[in-house]
């Protein structure tokens, strides 16, 4: 825990050394002792002080300074800490003025100067105030802060990705929460700074303004540069499939590295519960599969780079060379793509507007909490819809699941249609699809088109959660690896037309089972044409493909 911090203000140096030197000798062990020289230098050391959440427990000042005098500096200190002891430093000439000051302005006690000896004069009263103050004293939080608005897109891609880093933070709603003190003082001590948000505010005094994923990401020691330009197996996506891979390689010896373009975990990371992977009969939610990974992965080597997306591809003789977003370059031996898939779009008007201010793709966890006696909107009939309802109807008021169809039959396991089904506040909406959705800043009404009656229905609702299938985003591929139409990556087998090996092949070989055209170059988990889209056969893929990957580094 921080040192709670006991302030001193005092024009005349050699005043303002002793009652430090004072303060330091008998309460230097439990209090940090800071002083300054001027009452406004006073008020913005407090101003920072606030921002770092440190504890304030005694404001003493000199009653005489120039341009601002003790009293007035305290009144305006007490504003931003309001539970800190206030006292003065009077000369006898002053005694007046600090009696009518304890009255008038809430000032818990003055010393006369000189105070010696300090044993008998200053430290017997303070001794009070600080036990006073500890008794009601409760620490701030001590971690990562940031300061931003629900509706914001910007707000949420960083919320985001802090939680699905499992990057601990506290989250201050700077509008659901204008009228807590505390945060009106906070924004105070912000100034002009409070707008540019989101604000990230840290335990070691920094704060970023208007920042980004890969600002924290740096901040907090996340990596997103690669530690060296080469490695044995570089791995392309960091989902159930590739951070198996990632374990595997390098539990197994290779020098691997994993590029992730949000933050390890993929889907899988957005499911509030998995219940089907084996070895957790009480299912396990994707957050934590995906933390144990990381973790695994970690420990066996792996360097992972979050946030980092990989943006092209080129291939020289045996070296595979992945560009980065930032323009730096990684080169390997052998290259694993595991990009899964991403969610595909819903095509309505207002849909792109408001994403990120209501509506949103996938399973938005961070989101789960704010909708707190709301009307969620979850559109699709599979299983992660199924899963999301679920999760949403433990917070929500009422949970509406839009499918197109008659039924969750056709879509979703049996297992989670029984959880629904047993849910009182999760609603099935059948022949239901979104035709529009409206509001100014943020989602407020959605326009639900009903096909077995040809009308429109306008139903209230701030939050839309969208599952309607996913495609795999291979452009990066273009002119390297073949793909199908669709897009997911063609391997092994699947490579082979009328028994001719791929154009362009030249080793003397087949491909691997999980090898695409490029010798080198593999593809596992949802983004494999044919795959299983599961987390188990991710799993399953990304370490099977190690064992082709050792076969082909024997042979380079
Ligand atoms: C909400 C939800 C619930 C689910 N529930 C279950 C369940 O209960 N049981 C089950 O078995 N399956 C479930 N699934 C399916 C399962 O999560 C997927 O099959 C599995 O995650 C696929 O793993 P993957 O590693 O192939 O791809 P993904 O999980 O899609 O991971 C791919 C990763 O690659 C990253 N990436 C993409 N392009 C780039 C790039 N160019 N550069 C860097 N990184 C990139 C992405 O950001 C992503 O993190 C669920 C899916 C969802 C969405």
Known sequence: MAKPILLTVDDDPDVLKAIERDL????GADYRVISSDTPE???QLLHGLKLRNDGVALLLADQRMPRMDGVGFLQQAREIFPGAKRALLTAYADTNAAISAINQANIDYFFMKPWDPPTENLYPPLNDLLDD????????FQGIRVLGTRWSPRCYELRDFLARSHVPYQ???????????ETKRLLDALGDDANELPVVLFPDGAKQLHSAPSDVAQKVGLRTRAETTFYDLAIVGGGPAGLAAAVYGASEGLHTVMVEREAPGGQAGMSSRIENYLGFPTGLSG?????????????????ILAPQEVVSLRIEGPYRIVKLADDSEISCHALMIATGVQWRRLEAPGIDRLQGAGVYYGGGATEALSCKGENVYIVGGANSAGQAAMN????????????????????????????????PNIQLWTH????????????????VLCSDTGKTERVPSSAMFIFIGALPRTDWLDGTIERDDRGFILTGPDLMQGGQRPKGWAVERDPYLLETNVPGIFAVGDVRHGSVKRVASGVGEGSVAVQFIHQYLSKV
């Open 133 to 140: 103050w500890r008794a009601t004293y409760r620490q701030g």
């Open 432 to 447: 239901a699809s979104v035709a529009e959705v409206h509001g100014d800043t943020h989602l407020e009404e959605i326009s």
């Open 171 to 181: 989250w201050i709603d700077v509008e659901g929460s204008a009228n807590d003190p």
């Open 24 to 27: 330091r000798s008998q309460y």
């Open 41 to 43: 230098g006073a008020l």
């Open 392 to 423: 949403f109807a433990r917070y929500a008021e009422r949970v509406i699941i839009l499918v197109r169809g008659d039924s969750l039959s056709a879509t979703m396991s049996q297992y989670l249609i029984d959880q629904i089904k047993g849910t």
């Open 287 to 303: 957050g934590d599969l995906a933390r144990r990974a990381v973790v695994q992965a970690r420990r066996f080597g792996v360097e």
